[in-house]
Antibody
């Protein structure tokens, strides 16, 4: 079955960096876009970033542009999130998610929605 | 950026009752809207994509409707496992965005 496992979270000081990883299995990873979504303690969901199936396009939330970089290695079935210049407000559980997009009968559905989610990795930014 | 406003913030209902959750967009998102369910300590789960399509394995008591700026998630008869927080998400415009959530709690 589809499985996503995030890692790389931890405690970091303000201004520091972390790289999150998400290992995928159970599907053809190189055929699907991937998302990162975060959730601050006690708060709602916040979309972070998306990368196209082949890495050709990526998008970011405005508050993360210039600080976060998404990438993927299709040979390792892994998507990454490099986070620099971290702030206390970046403290959250970070989830990776498989895009729900598919095409059938000449039409495409579900793109840029999150079909399957990992369990998340916790990032704490604090001095 | 498109802002999604969910209402009510909290819905107090009993098992077996019908739940109606609303999501309003600050501008038209056509039918490009999803609904997710999240239980405490768990990752979210996709319920509905493209406004009205149930995701794989989602029971028929969950249905989505709407287009443009107004959307509804309906749970026809609440089961004990349906008490959770529900989020809408638009995919029409980058950056993608989520609503603030509606908590469905046991009355």
């Amino acid at each position: 079955q589809v499985q996503l496992v995030e890692s790389g979270g931890g405690v970091v000081q303000p201004g520091g960096s972390l790289r999150l990883s998400c290992a995928a299995s159970g599907f053809t990873f190189s055929s699907y876009g991937m998302h990162w979504v975060r959730q601050a303690p006690g708060k709602g969901l916040e979309w972070v970033s998306f990368i196209q199936y082949d890495g050709s396009n990526h998008y970011y939330a405005d508050s993360m542009k210039g600080r976060f970089t998404i990438s993927r290695d299709n040979s390792k079935n892994t998507v990454y999130l490099q986070m620099n210049s971290l702030r206390p407000e970046d403290t959250a559980v970070y989830y990776c998610a498989k895009d729900a997009g598919y095409c059938s009968g000449g039409s495409c559905y579900g793109y840029y929605q999150m079909a399957v989610w990992g369990r998340g990795t916790t990032v704490t930014v604090s001095s | 950026e498109i802002v999604l406003t969910q209402s009510p913030a909290t819905l107090s209902l009993s098992p077996g009752e019908r739940a109606t959750l609303s999501c309003r967009a600050s501008q038209s998102v056509s039918s490009s809207l999803a609904w997710y369910q999240q239980k405490p300590g768990q990752a979210p789960r996709l319920l509905i994509y493209d406004a009205s399509n149930r995701a794989t394995g989602i029971p028929a008591r969950f249905s989505g409707s709407g287009s443009g700026t107004g959307f509804t998630l309906t749970i026809s008869s609440l089961e004990p496992e349906d008490f959770a927080v529900y989020y809408c998400q638009q995919r029409r415009v980058w950056p993608l965005s989520f609503g603030g959530g509606t908590k469905v709690e046991i009355k």
